[in-house]
Structures are given as C-alpha cells and as structure tokens.
C-alpha cells in the first residue's frame, strides 16, 4: 500500500515537471526574435535568438553604423548584397525562411537597384524565434 502511495506521488511529480518544461520552452519560444539592420557603404548589424523584439531590434541597431533600416526575422534568414564595383552605391536585402532564397533574393535587390557585381555581405538566421 505504501509503495502503491510513493509510485503515485512520483507519477505526478513527474507529470507536473514535465507540464512546467513544456510550458517554459513555449514561452521562450514564443518570445524569440532575430532583426538585422543595412545601410549605406555595407553597414550592416545583426542580432538573432533574442527573448524579445525589442532586444533584437536594438542590438542590431547597434552595430549598424549610420542610417540603417532594421527588419525582424522569426525562424527566418536575412541577408544584405552590395555592389563591389562601388560599395557606397547599390545594396538590396530580404528576409526569406531559407537561407538560399534569402540569399538569392538579397542579390537580385542588389541588381535591381543598379548594382554592377552584386556579393554577399552579411547574413544571418534566427532558429529559435
């Protein structure tokens, strides 16, 4: 009768351990973000699995130096191209869920926009967001 008590009691802990972990992990993943910022001249910033927005937006403005537009990436990849010819001239971005399509799609922006010889600056993907 005892051991019948004890085994009980452990099955519920258990039980409500793990209800706590998955409660914890789809919180943290909920609230996980990635922002990456490009500007002129190749200036470029990124921050990736970040808990917040906020956080990620701000980190990557950060290290972005000068005018620099910042876009968020969830469970994405963001990537910047710039012209070689004249790194101060064409630069195009995207944000995609694969890296390829990312990168594919950051360089056609770079064309798009008048660029000679189009490269990959930067890039970088947030998995937890």
Known sequence: ?????????????????SVCVAGARHITEAHAAGAFAVG??????????????????????????GDC???????????????????CGAYGYAVKSKISATLNAATRECYKYGGKECVIRAWAC???G
């Open 126 to 128: 947030d998995v937890k």
């Open 40 to 65: 002129k001249c190749g200036a470029y910033g990124q921050a990736y699995d970040y808990s917040a927005e906020h956080e990620a937006r701000a980190a990557a403005q950060k290290q972005c130096k």
């Open 1 to 17: 009768m005892v051991s019948n008590l004890v085994a009980r009691r452990c099955a519920m802990f258990f039980f409500a351990l």
């Open 69 to 87: 537009t910042t876009v968020m990436m969830k469970r994405a990849c963001a990537a910047m191209s710039v012209d070689m010819a004249n790194p």
